[in-house]
T-cell receptor, first 113, second 110 residues
């Protein structure tokens, strides 16, 4: 059974640009959540999607957005990039919203110059 | 909201036992998880507690006291490969999210 797949693994952008990150959950998993990981802030919750609907959102500005498709694949978008957006963006999937552990992808490491 | 505290760093010797503590404050508690994250890698699931008591899984055990908002992860017979960050996470009912502590970086020395 394939794990959670995130693309791209590494990317470099400049301030003001936008970026789209993709996540394919484990087959059969319907809940997808996104986290930002930085050395100073740890793992911070961005948002959670279930059945193509955003069910929960963390304390991030509106520049951070996402969506989920009918096959449970998810994308997140960050517009007008800032230097502080440099981080590891982790996607995690689980079978549903209230049971089971999170299965994480390898992450997309974003560097903003 | 949720607040999770765990020590920033710990050091232990190969073959020894180490206990990593985690305290939390939350409403709608629906389980406490421990994840292991090696440098440059994704977090991986270690253990799960939803009821009070001890869960044992090989060299790893995790304990939960819901009334005290307290958990610990116990690692026995430490190996060098156990050097990693250990993340405590709390899941909230019907929120579909887990809130993570900042992680405890464990260094195992020979």
């Amino acid at each position: 059974k394939a794990g959670v797949t995130q693309t791209p693994r590494y990317l470099i952008k400049t301030r003001g640009q936008q970026v789209t990150l993709s996540c394919s959950p484990i087959s059969g998993h319907r809940s997808v959540s996104w986290y930002q990981q930085t050395p100073g802030q740890g793992l911070q919750f961005l948002f959670e999607y279930f059945s193509e609907t955003q069910r929960n959102k963390g304390n991030f500005p509106g520049r951070f957005s996402g969506r989920q498709f009918s096959n449970s694949r998810s994308e997140m978008n960050v517009s007008t990039l800032e230097l502080g957006d440099s981080a590891l963006y982790l996607c995690a999937s689980s079978p549903d919203r209230n049971t089971g552990e999170l299965f994480f992808g390898e992450g997309s490491r974003l560097t903003v110059l | 909201g949720q607040n999770i505290d765990q020590p920033t760093e710990m050091t232990a010797t190969e073959g020894a036992i180490v206990q990593i503590n985690c305290t939390y404050q939350t409403s709608g508690f629906n389980g406490l998880f421990w994840y292991q994250q090696h440098a440059g890698e994704a977090p991986t699931f270690l253990s799960y507690n939803v009821l009070d008591g001890l869960e044992e899984k090989g060299r790893f055990s995790s304990f939960l006291s819901r009334s005290k908002g307290y958990s610990y992860l116990l690692l026995k017979e430490l190996q060098m490969k156990d050097s990693a960050s250990y993340l405590c996470a709390v899941r909230v009912t019907n929120a579909g999210k887990s809130t993570f502590g900042d992680g405890t970086t464990l260094t195992v020395k020979p």
